[in-house]
Each structure stands twice: as structure tokens, then as C-alpha cells.
């Protein structure tokens, strides 16, 4: 080809490649593209940052806390408990060989839990020494759980005979697992469309199961029994997802974007605070682009009672939060921002 | 001389290439179309594009073996890997976090990496173009 014929070729190709992804971009679907049917309480208020912590790496999760410190756990580094940003050298009794990135710690003082659903395996410890020692050795495997006294826990599990998603109580008193038949509702598979958060509040001793993809969290008391069932204010009430079968061996996977209704929850004085990834019809679609969304219930009545518009640093949403006294706390990649909840300022739109 | 082995070099490459990503994605087809699917700008037409990506693949290394056709492949090789440049740019900039569906090896490098990646063999192409002799 002579060299003319080449930048003809050149520039047509990388103006036909450029406009045939331009035109698939903009016309792909956006989840807050239409309207969601649902308003927000104005005027919102908007919170504050009082501090911004840098974590020297990513993959942090909030473990626990308390009046004064943060403790935070590493989906990479799954035997490590950090406080702020120093490593606490947490010491077990055996050689763990197969560390998971699900294994997760958690910090409710005086104790730290590991736990590992896939082994199964639990450990307890003290914060004072940092000494694990193997707890709860009759156990279920479980995907996700929650701590609820230095007795027991709260759990996830598969029941392998419907292949399910179903809630477990893991104890060290007989019995030892206590099933709650039914509590989470299947919509489309019974794995991911009942995939969503289990947290703990120990000052109302309320379990919640938040579900990620439809408008419903789930309070339950200690024995798993479920007190009530809180919608959230959007309207989504099935799951928005599409799953395909990926292996004979039932390996699945999502098929299309699912569509999160919530993204994470933490509770606090008998309030669910609930980050919502929907945008209602009375906001700005700006809004979403700048401020992560989270709406505040009550525990109690299930009510909506308001809704904060917290700003993202560094053009990132979190991923977790939690509440200590006045300061609410978002974690993001690779830093952790506190927020005043006290003195937010009234922001009318 | 010289650069009639560059050509020979450069079309290997992206028959290497081609086949054995078209291979990856084929054995491995059901995975391979949900997980492309998974992204919001392919979703509608991931059945489409499941199929029609390792087509192209092998149909272009068909078109770089044969010495006939090797221009129209280097000039569809070039074509094939800026859409896909174009795309991960696109996907970098949405913040969006999607496992790679290109299969094997290539599938565990990260965007950014992925990025450069695929720039070289768009360079690697546009060499090959420019210095191909009849």
C-alpha cells in the first residue's frame, strides 16, 4: 500500500472503531437512566469530612469497633488485624495452611473472632494479648457471617439439598447449629438473588439481612426469628439479574450487570443506615456522580426517616461503613474518611 | 530482507495470538458469554458478540497465513485491536470493574496493563501494514 493509502486506511479505521464504541457507550443502559419511581425526603443533609486516613493498600474491610479505635481486616492478608494503620500480630495455636480471602475477622472488645467457611473454621482471642485459640469446632460451612455474643454466630450457608441460601446460628452450647427454615426468599436462583449483607447491632441485640438487588432487609432477632421485613423506598422488589449456568457441575455466573438496589448497610442505635445505589426522581442525576446516597430506618418501625448525601473523596464511592459516636465512618480502597453526623449542614435542592 | 521477516514475525504474533485466545474463549464458551455480557455496553449483544469474536480471530489468522490475503489480515488485525483498545478506554473511564474475557494468560493482567498490551499490537499492526511489500 502506498503511504497515502495507509493514513486513509489509518484515520477511516480509528474514526469507524472510535464511533462504534462511542455509539455502544452511549447508548448502553445506566441503571439510574430512567426514572426509579421513588422520591427522597428533602431537604437532605449533606455530611461533612472531619478526617481522612490513608491506609498504605487496598483490600481493607471494616472488622469492628470501638468508642476510640477502628479495626480493620485485609481480604488479602486474612490473619492480620490492623487497628487504624498498625498491624496487631495476631498469634494461633496451629500452622493455618489454606487461608481464604473470605476469611473474616471481627472485633467486638474484648474479643476478636476469625472465621473461615470454608475449612470451617472459627478462633477466638483476646485484644489484650492476641492470643487465637480454635472456638466453635462444631461448625457449618457458611459464606458470610456475623458475630452476635462470644458464644455464637450468625451465618450464611448453602443448604445442599435445595441449593439455597440459608441463615445459621453457630453456637458452642447443643445444639450447636440452629437452622431458620425459609427466612430468605427465593426470587430467581436462591444463591444470587438472595445475595446481600448479615450485620449485627449489640445495643439492640436486632440481626439485619440486607438483600443487594431487591428493596428489603430482613430484622431478625438473636434466634433468627424474623421480627419484621423493612422495604426500602425504591421499587424494586424482584431482583434485576440474569444468571447463566456456566458448567455442567452447576458453576454459575451473572450474565448481565445486576442491578444493586443497596450496597452496604452498618447499623447503629436501632437505625439501619443503608447506602442506596438508586437515585430517586426528585434528585439531580449529579447528585449520584458526587454523593454516595444513604437513607437512615428505623430499626424499630421500619420507617423511613431520612436521607444523607455523603460526598465521595477521590471520585470513589465506599464500600463499608459504621458508626462511632458522632462520626460516621466510610471506607474506601485505600483510605478511610470520618464524617460529621452531628453537625451536617441542611442542604435544600 | 530484513523486513519481509519483520512482516513473517508480526503475522505470527497475531496468529499466536488469535488462535490461541479464539481456543480459550471456545472451550470455554458458556463462561466466556456471560462474563462479556456482564458488561453494560455489551449486554444486548453478547450472544452476538460471543460467537463473532473468535470467528473474527481465527477468520483473521486464516487471512495472515495465507500470503494473498496477508494485508487485508494485518489491515483487520490493526482494525480488530484498536476496537478493543477503544474499548478498554471506554471501561477504564466508567470505574467499572469487570473480570477480561480475552481467555488464558492474557486474561490476568489488569486494565492498565491490558491497555498497553493491546497498544503494542496495534503498533505491531501498523508496522506490519507499512512495511509490507507485494
Same mark, same amino acid.
Given at each position: 500500500? @502506498?503511504?497515502?493509502?495507509?493514513? #486513509?486506511?489509518?484515520?477511516?479505521?480509528?474514526?469507524?472503531?472510535?464511533?462504534?464504541?462511542?455509539?455502544?457507550?452511549?447508548?448502553?443502559?445506566?441503571?439510574?437512566?430512567?426514572?426509579?419511581?421513588?422520591?427522597?425526603?428533602?431537604?437532605?443533609?449533606?455530611?461533612?469530612?472531619?478526617?481522612?486516613?490513608?491506609?498504605?493498600?487496598?483490600?481493607?474491610?471494616?472488622?469492628?469497633?470501638?468508642?476510640?479505635?477502628?479495626?480493620?481486616? =485485609?481480604?488479602?492478608?486474612?490473619?492480620?488485624?490492623?487497628?487504624?494503620?498498625?498491624?496487631?500480630?495476631?498469634? !494461633?495455636?496451629?500452622?493455618?495452611?489454606?487461608?481464604?480471602?473470605?476469611?473474616?475477622?471481627?472485633?467486638?472488645?474484648?474479643?476478636?473472632?476469625?472465621?473461615?467457611?470454608?475449612?470451617?473454621?472459627?478462633?477466638?482471642?483476646?485484644?489484650?494479648?492476641?492470643?487465637?485459640?480454635? !472456638?466453635?469446632?462444631?461448625?457449618?460451612?457458611?459464606?458470610?457471617?456475623?458475630?452476635? @455474643?462470644?458464644?455464637?454466630?450468625?451465618?450464611?450457608?448453602?443448604?445442599?439439598?435445595?441449593?439455597? =441460601?440459608?441463615?445459621?446460628?453457630?453456637?458452642?452450647? @447443643?445444639?450447636?447449629?440452629?437452622?431458620?427454615?425459609?427466612?430468605?426468599?427465593?426470587?430467581?436462583?436462591?444463591?444470587?438473588?438472595?445475595?446481600?449483607?448479615?450485620?449485627?447491632?449489640?445495643?439492640?441485640? &436486632?440481626?439485619?439481612?440486607?438483600?443487594?438487588?431487591?428493596?428489603?432487609?430482613?430484622?431478625?432477632?438473636?434466634?433468627?426469628?424474623?421480627?419484621?421485613?423493612? #422495604?426500602?423506598?425504591?421499587?424494586?422488589?424482584?431482583? &434485576?439479574?440474569?444468571?447463566?449456568?456456566?458448567?455442567?457441575?452447576?458453576?454459575?455466573? !451473572?450474565?448481565?450487570?445486576?442491578?444493586?438496589? =443497596?450496597?452496604?448497610?452498618?447499623?447503629?442505635?436501632?437505625?439501619?443506615?443503608?447506602?442506596?445505589?438508586?437515585?430517586?426522581?426528585?434528585?439531580?442525576?449529579?447528585?449520584?456522580?458526587? =454523593?454516595?446516597?444513604?437513607?437512615?430506618?428505623?430499626?424499630?418501625?421500619?420507617?423511613?426517616?431520612?436521607? /444523607?448525601?455523603?460526598?465521595?473523596?477521590?471520585?470513589?464511592?465506599?464500600?463499608?461503613?459504621?458508626?462511632?459516636?458522632?462520626?460516621?465512618?466510610?471506607?474506601? @480502597?485505600? /483510605?478511610?474518611?470520618?464524617?460529621?453526623?452531628?453537625?451536617?449542614?441542611?442542604?435544600?435542592? | 530482507?530484513?523486513?519481509?521477516?519483520?512482516?513473517?514475525?508480526?503475522?505470527?504474533?497475531?496468529?499466536?495470538?488469535?488462535?490461541?485466545?479464539?481456543?480459550?474463549?471456545?472451550?470455554?464458551?458458556?463462561?466466556?458469554?456471560?462474563?462479556?455480557?456482564?458488561?453494560?455496553?455489551?449486554?444486548?449483544?453478547?450472544?452476538?458478540?460471543?460467537?463473532?469474536?473468535?470467528?473474527?480471530?481465527?477468520?483473521?489468522?486464516?487471512?495472515?497465513?495465507?500470503?494473498?490475503?496477508?494485508?487485508?489480515?494485518?489491515?483487520?488485525?490493526?482494525?480488530?485491536?484498536?476496537?478493543?483498545?477503544?474499548?478498554?478506554?471506554?471501561?477504564?473511564?466508567?470505574?467499572?470493574?469487570?473480570?477480561?474475557?480475552?481467555?488464558?494468560?492474557?486474561?490476568?493482567?489488569?486494565?492498565?496493563?491490558?491497555?498497553?498490551?493491546?497498544?503494542?499490537?496495534?503498533?505491531?499492526?501498523?508496522?506490519?501494514?507499512?512495511?509490507?511489500?507485494?
Amino acid at each position: 500500500m @502506498s503511504n497515502t493509502n495507509i493514513i #486513509r486506511f489509518v484515520s477511516i479505521c480509528t474514526l469507524c472503531c472510535g464511533l462504534l464504541m462511542f455509539l455502544l457507550f452511549i447508548t448502553m443502559g445506566r441503571s439510574n437512566a430512567t426514572k426509579n419511581g421513588f422520591s427522597r425526603r428533602f431537604p437532605v443533609t449533606k455530611l461533612s469530612v472531619a478526617e481522612e486516613v490513608d491506609l498504605k493498600g487496598n483490600n481493607f474491610y471494616i472488622a469492628g469497633y470501638t468508642s476510640a479505635n477502628i479495626y480493620l481486616g =485485609n481480604r488479602k492478608k486474612p490473619l492480620e488485624l490492623w487497628v487504624g494503620d498498625k498491624n496487631l500480630k495476631l498469634q !494461633f495455636p496451629e500452622k493455618i495452611k489454606a487461608v481464604w480471602q473470605s476469611t473474616r475477622l471481627s472485633v467486638d472488645s474484648p474479643y476478636v473472632y476469625l472465621a473461615d467457611g470454608i475449612s470451617p473454621k472459627f478462633f477466638r482471642g483476646d485484644l489484650q494479648n492476641l492470643k487465637m485459640d480454635t !472456638f466453635l469446632r462444631k461448625s457449618s460451612y457458611f459464606t458470610t457471617a456475623a458475630n452476635i @455474643s462470644p458464644g455464637s454466630f450468625a451465618v450464611r450457608a448453602v443448604n445442599i439439598v435445595t441449593k439455597e =441460601n440459608m441463615l445459621l446460628k453457630i453456637r458452642t452450647d @447443643s445444639p450447636h447449629v440452629i437452622t431458620s427454615a425459609n427466612t430468605l426468599k427465593k426470587q430467581i436462583d436462591g444463591i444470587f438473588c438472595t445475595d446481600g449483607q448479615l450485620k449485627y447491632d449489640k445495643t439492640s441485640h &436486632k440481626l439485619v439481612y440486607m438483600y443487594y438487588y431487591r428493596n428489603q432487609c430482613l430484622v431478625l432477632d438473636t434466634n433468627l426469628n424474623l421480627i419484621r421485613t423493612v #422495604r426500602t423506598i425504591d421499587t424494586t422488589t424482584v431482583a &434485576k439479574i440474569s444468571i447463566a449456568h456456566t458448567s455442567d457441575q452447576g458453576n454459575a455466573t !451473572f450474565s448481565a450487570p445486576p442491578s444493586f438496589v =443497596n450496597a452496604t448497610v452498618c447499623l447503629h442505635a436501632d437505625r439501619m443506615y443503608i447506602r442506596s445505589a438508586l437515585l430517586g426522581d426528585n434528585e439531580s442525576p449529579a447528585a449520584i456522580d458526587k =454523593n454516595n446516597l444513604v437513607d437512615v430506618y428505623s430499626m424499630t418501625d421500619g420507617h423511613y426517616i431520612q436521607t /444523607f448525601y455523603i460526598p465521595m473523596q477521590h471520585e470513589e464511592s465506599f464500600t463499608e461503613m459504621c458508626i462511632i459516636k458522632d462520626k460516621l465512618i466510610a471506607l474506601y @480502597s485505600h /483510605f478511610y474518611v470520618a464524617y460529621n453526623l452531628s453537625s451536617g449542614s441542611r442542604k435544600a435542592e | 530482507m530484513i523486513k519481509k521477516w519483520l512482516v513473517e514475525i508480526i503475522s505470527l504474533l497475531f496468529v499466536l495470538l488469535f488462535i490461541y485466545t479464539a481456543v480459550y474463549k471456545i472451550i470455554d464458551f458458556r463462561n466466556f458469554q456471560a462474563v462479556i455480557g456482564q458488561s453494560p455496553m455489551i449486554t444486548r449483544f453478547a450472544p452476538l458478540v460471543a460467537i463473532g469474536v473468535p470467528i473474527a480471530e481465527i477468520t483473521i489468522s486464516g487471512l495472515l497465513v495465507l500470503p494473498r490475503y496477508r494485508i487485508i489480515g494485518l489491515c483487520a488485525s490493526f482494525a480488530i485491536m484498536l476496537l478493543f483498545t477503544f474499548y478498554i478506554i471506554i471501561l477504564l473511564n466508567l470505574n467499572i470493574h469487570l473480570p477480561c474475557s480475552c481467555g488464558g494468560i492474557i486474561a490476568e493482567m489488569n486494565w492498565n496493563q491490558h491497555l498497553v498490551f493491546n497498544i503494542v499490537f496495534v503498533i505491531l499492526a501498523l508496522i506490519g501494514i507499512s512495511i509490507y511489500k507485494r
